[in-house]
């Protein structure tokens, strides 16, 4: 039997459960193993339980102990398992008292980077998705475009191997969003970066995932390679195994 | 990762978190500094320079030099207050928070940089106020207590801040407690007045207002003169500090209104 808990297991999810005060079951049970090194999408419709999952991992969702673990790491005891999260949130929050680069800086020295490094780091990462020449500007003052661009960098800056990614090309252009996947493939090619990424968007998926999830009511009720999907499911496209997940 | 890099980490992020809020005051200086001295030098103005010169000494000592001590504790606890529920009720009602709880921080690591901001917010007011009301007010009697107490001013306020942050889920509650809470307490705390002068129930009253050891304290370092034992002052005003401490650390712990 692999060891679900060790570091080959980028994400290891147990019998998660999660019931808001007001009553809402957000997550039944849930089980999810993601393999370290892959790029894995996370496919539900709106209040299936991504968000709560997502957040449940990073830190921001209250969840119990011994039953996340990240890279062998129990996410609510550990901290350690925090160093190795970069998260980019589905809202666009960003520090207004802060510059674009600050943004960076101070999320590096956050995770713990030294000064020197969270600088080179903000650099690099500026240089990389394209916002050199914004590096001084408030964040308030980008496009929408930009803005997402340096969620996903401030993401990766404190140098993460389990980026999650809640809906990154959520309210992006077209020619946007092939942007972003370009950056993603990359980082997930040259750095073997693991990747969680939520989407609504099937192509998104079909196009980036090595592996795929679908998640109905808090629970996963299929996952694996999408031609795997397609075939088990029926239908032509991960579209059709999808709807007949959500169905079934 | 070994535990000592993990909490070296741990320390380098604490100690930014501390150097963000930090400059958040440094460049807010004119709604964060300027207002708190302004209104501390019309109090010594208008009660000290106008009115102290028609009131007799108090406890031995020219009216001024009465209540500067006091000025400076009021003026500690209200920066040290307003800088922390404003600045993590923002954070929290605007999002950016998610950046910080994130992060590999321990929850006494995020009070105590949180805290940071306001302390250095009220030193910073209250410093300016002393320059400004040296020239008028004797010497330092006894420096250490001096800062010691205002320096457990800014602790006892500054964790309380962060705890009504924490607490506030719109503006109107961040507000309520400011003025409905902190204002009455600081007011009563014989900043004006000496509590062996009131009558009773207001004497005994006055002695249950931590804020009043705090006064007590602050103007024993300031001039000598104090009404209750200086162990109790500041053994007192330390354990009040201790439990906001402990309350603000407790609460980012489980995550209160911070995390669903």
Same mark, same amino acid.
């Given at each position: 039997?692999?060891?679900?808990?060790?570091?080959?297991?980028?994400?290891?999810?147990?019998?998660?459960?999660?019931?808001?005060?007001?009553?809402?079951?957000?997550?039944?049970?849930?089980?999810?193993?993601?393999?370290?090194?892959?790029?894995?999408?996370?496919?539900?419709?709106?209040?299936?339980?991504?968000?709560?999952?997502?957040?449940?991992?990073?830190?921001?969702?209250?969840?119990?102990?011994?039953?996340?673990?990240?890279?062998?790491?129990?996410?609510?005891?550990?901290?350690?398992?925090?160093?190795?999260?970069?998260?980019?949130?589905?809202?666009?929050?960003?520090d207004r008292f802060l510059?674009?680069?600050?943004?960076?800086?101070?999320?590096?020295?956050?995770?713990?980077?030294?000064?020197?490094?969270?600088?080179?780091?903000?650099?690099?990462?500026?240089?990389?998705?394209?916002?050199?020449?914004?590096?001084?500007?408030?964040?308030?003052?980008?496009?929408?475009?930009?803005?997402?661009?340096?969620?996903?960098?401030?993401?990766?800056?404190?140098?993460?191997?389990?980026?999650?990614?809640?809906?990154?090309?959520?309210?992006?252009?077209?020619?946007?969003?092939?942007?972003?996947?370009?950056?993603?493939?990359?980082?997930?090619?040259?750095?073997?970066?693991?990747?969680?990424?939520?989407?609504?968007?099937?192509?998104?998926?079909?196009?980036?995932?090595?592996?795929?999830?679908?998640?109905?009511?808090?629970?996963?009720?299929?996952?694996?390679?999408?031609?795997?999907?397609?075939?088990?499911?029926?239908?032509?496209?991960?579209?059709?195994?999808?709807?007949?997940?959500?169905?079934? | 990762?070994?535990?000592?890099?993990?909490?070296?980490?741990?320390?380098?992020?604490?100690?930014?978190?501390?150097?963000r809020e930090v400059r958040r005051v440094l460049s807010l200086w004119t709604q964060t500094i300027l207002p708190p001295?302004?209104?501390?030098?019309?109090?010594?103005?208008?009660?000290?320079?106008?009115?102290?010169?028609?009131?007799?000494?108090?406890?031995?000592?020219?009216?001024?030099?009465?209540?500067?001590?006091?000025?400076?504790?009021?003026?500690?606890?209200?920066q040290?207050?307003a800088n922390n529920?404003t600045s993590?009720?923002q954070?929290?009602?605007?999002?950016?928070?998610?950046?910080?709880?994130?992060?590999?921080?321990?929850?006494?690591?995020?009070?105590?940089?949180?805290?940071?901001g306001g302390?250095v917010r009220?030193?910073m007011a209250?410093?300016?106020?002393?320059?400004?009301?040296?020239?008028?007010?004797?010497?330092?009697?006894?420096?250490?207590?001096?800062?010691?107490?205002?320096?457990?001013?800014?602790?006892?306020?500054?964790?309380?801040?962060?705890?009504?942050?924490?607490?506030?889920?719109?503006?109107?509650?961040?507000?309520?407690?400011?003025?409905?809470?902190?204002?009455?307490?600081?007011?009563?705390?014989?900043?004006?007045?000496?509590?062996?002068?009131?009558?009773?129930?207001?004497?005994?009253?006055?002695?249950?207002?931590?804020?009043?050891?705090?006064?007590?304290?602050?103007?024993?370092?300031?001039?000598?003169?104090?009404?209750?034992?200086?162990?109790?002052?500041?053994?007192?005003? /330390?354990?009040?500090? /201790?439990?906001?401490?402990?309350?603000?650390?407790?609460?980012?712990?489980?995550?209160?209104?911070?995390?669903?």
């Amino acid at each position: 039997m692999p060891n679900l808990e060790g570091p080959s297991t980028a994400l290891f999810v147990d019998r998660l459960t999660k019931v808001y005060g007001d009553g809402t079951h957000a997550l039944d049970a849930l089980e999810l193993r993601i393999p370290a090194g892959s790029f894995f999408g996370l496919l539900g419709p709106n209040g299936a339980g991504k968000t709560t999952l997502i957040g449940s991992v990073a830190g921001l969702v209250r969840a119990p102990a011994r039953r996340i673990f990240v890279f062998g790491h129990d996410a609510a005891r550990d901290a350690r398992a925090r160093l190795l999260v970069g998260l980019a949130p589905q809202e666009i929050h960003l520090d207004r008292f802060l510059t674009v680069r600050e943004v960076l800086v101070y999320h590096g020295r956050y995770f713990g980077m030294t000064r020197r490094d969270a600088d080179e780091r903000a650099d690099e990462l500026l240089e990389a998705f394209e916002l050199t020449a914004k590096a001084t500007t408030k964040p308030n003052r980008l496009s929408g475009g930009m803005r997402r661009r340096l969620l996903i960098a401030r993401a990766l800056m404190h140098r993460p191997r389990l980026a999650v990614l809640d809906e990154p090309t959520a309210g992006v252009d077209l020619e946007l969003r092939h942007e972003l996947w370009r950056y993603l493939r990359k980082l997930h090619g040259e750095q073997g970066l693991t990747v969680l990424l939520t989407t609504h968007y099937i192509e998104e998926a079909e196009a980036l995932c090595e592996r795929v999830a679908f998640i109905r009511a808090g629970r996963i009720v299929d996952e694996g390679p999408p031609a795997d999907l397609v075939e088990r499911r029926g239908g032509e496209r991960l579209e059709d195994a999808y709807l007949s997940a959500m169905r079934s | 990762m070994t535990t000592m890099a993990l909490e070296r980490a741990q320390r380098r992020g604490a100690a930014a978190l501390a150097g963000r809020e930090v400059r958040r005051v440094l460049s807010l200086w004119t709604q964060t500094i300027l207002p708190p001295v302004l209104t501390a030098v019309l109090f010594l103005a208008v009660f000290g320079g106008a009115l102290g010169a028609r009131i007799r000494e108090i406890e031995g000592l020219p009216y001024l030099e009465f209540i500067l001590p006091g000025l400076l504790v009021m003026t500690v606890a209200a920066q040290a207050f307003a800088n922390n529920s404003t600045s993590l009720f923002q954070a929290k009602s605007e999002g950016y928070i998610e950046d910080v709880l994130t992060s590999p921080l321990r929850p006494w690591q995020l009070a105590l940089a949180y805290m940071a901001g306001g302390v250095v917010r009220g030193f910073m007011a209250a410093l300016a106020v002393a320059l400004l009301a040296a020239p008028f007010a004797g010497g330092v009697e006894r420096p250490a207590i001096a800062v010691a107490s205002l320096g457990l001013t800014g602790l006892v306020f500054s964790a309380l801040g962060v705890i009504t942050g924490i607490w506030a889920e719109t503006f109107d509650q961040h507000s309520f407690i400011a003025n409905i809470v902190i204002t009455p307490l600081v007011l009563v705390g014989g900043v004006f007045y000496s509590a062996r002068t009131l009558v009773e129930p207001w004497e005994t009253l006055t002695r249950f207002d931590p804020v009043y050891y705090l006064v007590d304290s602050a103007r024993a370092g300031f001039t000598g003169v104090h009404e209750s034992p200086l162990w109790l002052s500041l053994g007192l005003t /330390a354990l009040v500090a /201790a439990v906001a401490f402990a309350t603000a650390t407790a609460l980012l712990a489980r995550g209160w209104r911070l995390k669903p």
